[in-house]
């Protein structure tokens, strides 16, 4: 038996560069942040939120991306609490870079707290996309993903962009739609802090995209069916 060590992939950034890279790997001690955190975060939902998640049993192993409608900050933090096991331990929400990583606090809670990476909306580029999806695939992750782009002023959904499809068109990796309900009631944009309010997170059946073409006819096929789906888990659609 032969053993092959490999320099992880953040090995030799500057600090600042390491939060924001979507190479980064976690120690010992981001490790346990992490857990610490999704614990706290868990507690909380529980006893501020009554957090109730329907359908878990929908969620494949890894790799997968969850995609949900978005309106509050309590969004990712649902999400990745309802996770379990290796997913959770694997999971990285995809966060607008120009919000949480553009100071040094605000980078180092999202990328050791939250596990996040960033996606710049107004320069993110191909390739970017393209090592990120390499990293979903090969490292088997899981990515918590709001197509919509930003969060809803007014707490309705608004149409999916197509970027979504670059990470799994042409993939076995599955989509997994989810919609979470009351989260913007609890914590609206402009709101500094949450308020007490049940959430409720349903999550449906994943969806598959191995035949859909890595162009942009394909992204947006993906993004209307994902749409369409997380639609469909609303309460309006019940």
């Not at 120690?27 to 878990?56: C, M, N, Y």
């Not at 929908?58 to 309802?82: M, Q, R």
Request: proline residues 7%; contains cysteine; glycine residues 10%.
């Amino acid at each position: 038996m032969s053993w092959e060590l490999k320099p992880a992939r953040d090995h030799g950034l500057p600090a600042q560069d390491r939060l924001r890279s979507h190479g980064r790997e976690a120690g010992l001690g981001s490790i346990l942040l992490q857990g610490a955190w999704r614990a706290l975060v868990r507690a909380d939902l529980a006893l501020l939120h009554r957090f109730e998640v329907l359908g878990r049993e929908n969620l494949p192993p890894p790799p997968f991306v969850i995609v949900a409608n978005h309106c509050s900050h309590l969004d990712a933090l649902s999400l990745g609490a309802a996770l379990r096991g290796t997913a959770a331990r694997r999971a990285h929400a995809l966060a607008a870079g120009d919000t949480f990583f553009t100071s040094g606090a605000t980078s180092l809670f999202a990328a050791y707290a939250l596990n996040a990476f960033p996606v710049w909306r107004k320069r993110t580029r191909l390739k970017d996309l393209e090592a990120m999806r390499r990293r979903l695939v090969e490292d088997g992750l899981v990515y918590i993903l709001f197509p919509e782009g930003t969060r809803s002023r007014d707490g309705r959904m608004a149409a999916f962009q197509p970027g979504l499809g670059a990470f799994v068109a042409g993939t076995a990796v599955p989509v997994v739609p989810c919609h979470l309900e009351g989260a913007f009631a609890a914590w609206p944009a402009g709101r500094r802090f949450p308020r007490p309010g049940k959430l409720r997170l349903r999550i449906g059946a994943p969806l598959h995209f191995a035949e859909t073409t890595q162009d942009r006819a394909g992204w947006s096929e993906i993004a209307a069916r994902c749409e369409a789906a997380v639609r469909a888990l609303g309460p309006e659609a019940a």
